[in-house]
């Protein structure tokens, strides 16, 4: 071997000895040591929302809001599901037909879409008819424009009717599991009504999912009433969707995440949005003058009930559309279609 390149050598493992006795000078440090709450300490070893969070809710309240940074009542609060029992689907009809002045209605349903980067190898699976591609936001609000139910994920190449149809909701709506309220007639008649959802017009027509007369044909006035009165009732829905989208601004562009990402995304959205809205809660009443008017009461002869047909829920129509122009009279809705008060 040269001289040259056995003094290179020599050099080479020298400094590998005084690289390796830095390296175990190091090693030889004192660690710094940080205090963390025995709590926090176990991430690595539980779930934090499976099992953790769930311990943690039998601490002390101070340990909770320390790293919630919220309190127990507020968490639950958050927590809020959809009406369980015919009780609370009861207070929602009962706010409609006092803020909105439609009866019998338990919700609001309507479905928008979400945009997102196109998912890698999904084709146009996710490319809707605006031109760009989503996911599909179901939901039904209640009076004070409060997410009641979601349904998020169905692509955006299905229409609101397709993802209603393959949600839990239509699957419990059609086996009778909601524990809806039983048929009441309504103020001023013989008959008993069903009580309903709300949509617009691509939604079908059936016994608890009512919509506006179509509105191509030659409509009456009583009709006409009618499409008025459900429109500012399923006003609460696009109310609800121009405030989530308003408070939060990821939704003012495209979300590049996973379609699975971006539906837990959405889902925490629409849970702060019930959140802020209970909070900053203002009732939405346009027609204060008369929200609390005590119609008169008169009593139709109207059909008796027959089976969950579509032709039953033509007529439970009518009969909403007859209440609206005799018990549920509201004057502001003349005004509004601008027609004059049959006699």
Known sequence: MAPSRHMLCIEA????????????????????????????????LHDLEANLLKDILWEEGQDFNNFCRMSIDQFNEILSKIPATE??????????????QFPHTLGAIDGKHIRIKAPPRSGSDFHNYKGF?????????????RFIYVDIGANGRASDVMAFKNSLL????????????????????LSKTPFYFIGDDIFGLNRHLMKAYNRSSNLS???????YRLSRARMTVEMAFGRLSSRFRVFHRPIEVSVETCDTVVKA?????????????QAPNPQQDISNQVLPSTISSLPVQEQNTYKYACKTRDNICKY????????????????????
């Open 13 to 44: 493992l020298k400094k590998l000895k005084n690289l390796q006795k830095i390296i175990e000078e190091r090693r030889k440090r004192k660690k710094h040591k940080f205090w963390v709450n025995p709590f926090l300490a176990q991430r690595g």
């Open 87 to 100: 009780k609370e689907w009861l207070d929602v009809a009962n706010d409609f037909e006092t803020l909105w």
């Open 133 to 145: 591609f989503s996911i599909i936001l179901l939901a039904v609000v209640d009076a004070h424009s």
């Open 170 to 189: 239509y699957d419990n709506l059609s086996r009778g599991q909601l524990n809806l309220p039983a048929d009441k007639p309504l103020k001023g008649q």
């Open 221 to 227: 006035t009583a009709q006409e009433a009618y499409n």
């Open 269 to 281: 959205c629409c849970i702060l949005h019930n959140y802020l809205a209970r909070k900053l809660a």
């Open 324 to 343: 609206c122009i005799t018990d549920g009279d509201v004057p502001y809705q003349w005004h509004k279609i601008k027609k004059q008060v049959p006699k």
